[in-house]
């Protein structure tokens, strides 16, 4: 089982990245596929949800608007386009899989973590 980000980098504020997390080695049907980030200084933080078997979504309040996860199931990847960026969103960004049955936002709910991708938004 493997989860795969990429997409991270320097970016200037206001601008937009898309992040990518490629998964293998088990079905999404049977999970959720999960972003968090660990701002420096702060606890690790689900930010959003997205359901492997309808697509389904979920975000916190505080990136409502400017983050939008998508899925493509043909490729096994799962996006994060983030817009507007603002110096608060640098961080280390992670993807993980929960099963269905486990709440999407909670870092005990998930069964497999990627290494993370870190975006660093410079004014």
């Known amino acids: 089982v493997q989860l795969v980000e990429s997409g991270g980098g320097l970016v200037l504020t206001g601008g937009s990245v898309r992040l990518s997390c490629a998964a293998s080695?088990?079905?999404?049907?049977?999970?959720?596929i999960n972003w968090f980030r660990r701002v420096p200084g702060k606890e690790r933080q689900g930010i959003s949800c997205?359901?492997?078997?309808?697509?389904?979504?979920y975000y916190i309040d505080a990136v409502k608007g400017r983050f939008t996860i998508s899925r493509d199931e043909a490729k096994n990847t799962v996006y994060l386009q983030i817009d507007n960026l603002k110096p608060e969103d640098t961080a280390q960004y992670y993807c993980?899989?929960?099963?269905?049955?486990?709440?999407?936002?909670?870092?005990?709910?998930?069964?497999?973590w990627g290494l993370g991708t870190s975006i660093v938004v410079s004014s």
């Open positions: 080695g088990f079905s999404f049907d049977d999970y959720s």
């Open positions: 993980a899989a929960a099963p269905h049955h486990r709440a999407c936002w909670y870092e005990w709910a998930q069964e497999y």
């Open positions: 997205i359901s492997g078997r309808d697509g389904s979504t």
